[in-house]
């Protein structure tokens, strides 16, 4: 059984994930802003990539197409998304395989009241949400076919908060490019003073850097990790489901153990 969890929102879903901070993502981040930034002071005037005008292009124009192509209640839903991101996984689907053999073997031995009896202390919501379809009579056709459309609409809400990210990183680089050519056009205007030249290039490249910076160091990474913890979340349900309807079937709990294991790789499989 998953402790010490806590729920966090993964757009309308909700997703258990143990408290704390994923040490690698952390690490991930601040390596790289670390050496970007070590790259720039090792590179002489540092005070050139501060640049307001082309932060208020890159990061005013992401946000500003954002909230144009998708709803604002869309948008601000990706911010508990984000920062999930920088937690660590939730339990593991092998986690659950002990907790529903042991389910099994209860209601093999003590039937339905057993059953009844131990739903209320299940924590994960997709086995929760099992058992109560056996202790409330379903058939296992509906049981199962619940529990596939549970998987089936947990990947398109996934997918479509990953829509918005996906998104932002096409954004950005492009309003980067689109600041440069701002930048551009100001220098032209000014070409007839050789001096300004060079600065005012600086300056307009800046905005190339901040888009291609902001999509592929938080961005993208951010919306694969992601993309991945949702195959992690269909697999977990998967297996629950498989688990399920051993259950149902009052299947033993050794071939039950086998079923679950099948949709796992062999790192993560339980054996007694």
Do not use: W
């Not at 690490?27 to 540092?46: Q, S």
């Not at 292009?57 to 992401?62: L, R, T």
């Not at 291609?212 to 990790?225: C, S, V």
């Amino acid at each position: 059984m998953v402790k010490n969890s806590k729920k966090l929102e993964y757009g309308d879903e909700s997703i258990e994930a143990t408290g704390g901070f994923d040490f690698g993502t952390i690490l991930g981040v601040v390596a790289g802003i670390g050496l970007i930034l070590l790259a720039i002071l090792l590179g002489g005037d540092a005070g050139v990539f501060l640049n307001t005008n082309a932060a208020l292009i890159v990061f005013g124009g992401c946000i500003s197409t954002t909230f144009i192509a998708f709803p604002s209640t869309k948008i601000l839903e990706m911010v508990p998304v984000i920062l999930s991101a920088f937690r660590p996984d939730g339990g593991e689907a092998v986690e659950h395989i002990d907790e529903i053999m042991e389910l099994a073997e209860k209601y093999r031995k003590g039937g339905m009241k057993v059953l009844e009896s131990a739903e209320s202390k299940i924590e994960n919501r997709f086995l929760k949400n099992g058992i109560s379809m056996i202790v409330d009579g379903y058939n296992s056709r509906d049981i199962y076919e619940i529990l596939d459309h549970e998987i089936t609409s947990l990947k398109e809400r996934h997918n479509g908060g990953q829509k918005v990210l996906r998104f932002l990183g096409v954004q950005a680089p492009v309003f980067g490019m689109a600041g440069t050519l701002i930048g551009l056009i100001q220098m032209l205007m000014h070409i007839d003073n050789p001096a300004t030249l060079g600065p005012a290039l600086a300056t307009a490249l800046i905005t190339t850097f901040y888009g291609l910076i902001f999509a592929n160091l938080l961005i993208t990474p951010i919306t694969a990790k992601l993309s991945i913890r949702t195959e992690h979340e269909i697999i977990l349900i998967g297996t629950i489901r498989v688990g399920v309807m051993g259950i149902f079937e009052r299947s033993n709990p050794s071939k039950i153990q086998k079923s679950m294991n099948a949709l796992l790789p062999p790192h993560e499989r339980k054996y007694d």
